[in-house]
């Protein structure tokens, strides 16, 4: 989990002194100017004084650049973290995660997504659904990922998809996988071919799974070349070319499908040697838009 760090010039509603303000933009200039100790010296002062924008501020420098310190940024986003502020909460709970304190993590992954952040209560529902910090749960990681999923997160919105086939809420599960893959999430695009090839919480429609297999499969996705490969070879969604299934499979082959050897197999056993021929050179065309096999 990437630590999220953003310097804040100001933060609305805290009560700081205007001498404070000024010090504080001190320091950024100073940390414009490339002088990070001067930055450092004027944030320190302010930090031990209780100034949480300017513990903040301390331990994002102290955790990134030249002379990181990764124990004093944990103390500073402790101290930030502790007066409620959002970003350090959720750094903390990175960097945490980063250590594999998942117990410690959790804590704070669960400050920050009561307050409202999306990233944070993906993560928290990453770590209940894995039993990170204890005994697996994913009734309440499925509230978590909805509640990141409604804000919109991709990631959030497919893990909610798969988590929500796994309780067997299969139209449920289709509605964020259809969600994901507007917003070009590849495994989605997938698992969503999937739901509508075999009429799983969707009307079967194989044409639209096969549309689906090619964007995923143009993004390389090796089980969406094998597929549409298969669909290509049995004629579903779309009119039947050995030649095309036949490329296609070469290409998942590439991609490390092992089941690809298989189909590959089976149409050598029905095609002539020129065909397979003629498939080889085409899976060299479809190798750059496999748009043009589906």
Known sequence: MVIRLFLLCLFLGLPLSAQAQLRAQDGLAALDAGDGERAAAIWEALAERGDVLAQYNLAVLLASGEGADAQQALHWFEAAAAQSHLGAQLALADMQAGQGAWHKAQHWYMQAAKAGSGPAQFALGKILERGLAGPPDLDQAVIWYQ????????????????????????????????????????????????????GVGRDQDMAQ???????????????????LGLMQAQGRGGAQSFRKALALAMLAQTAGHGAADNLIEALHDVMTAEAISQAAALAIECSTDPGICG
Do not use: K, T
């Open 147 to 198: 509640a990141a999923a409604e804000q919109g997160m991709a990631e959030a919105q497919f893990a909610l998809g798969a988590a929500l086939a796994e309780q067997g809420q299969g139209a449920a599960a289709a509605d964020w996988f259809e969600a994901a893959a507007q917003q070009g999430h590849v495994v989605a695009q997938h698992n969503l071919a999937l739901a509508l090839a075999r």
């Open 209 to 227: 799974a096969r549309q689906l297999y090619v964007q995923a499969a143009r993004a390389g996705h090796a089980p969406s070349l094998y597929n």
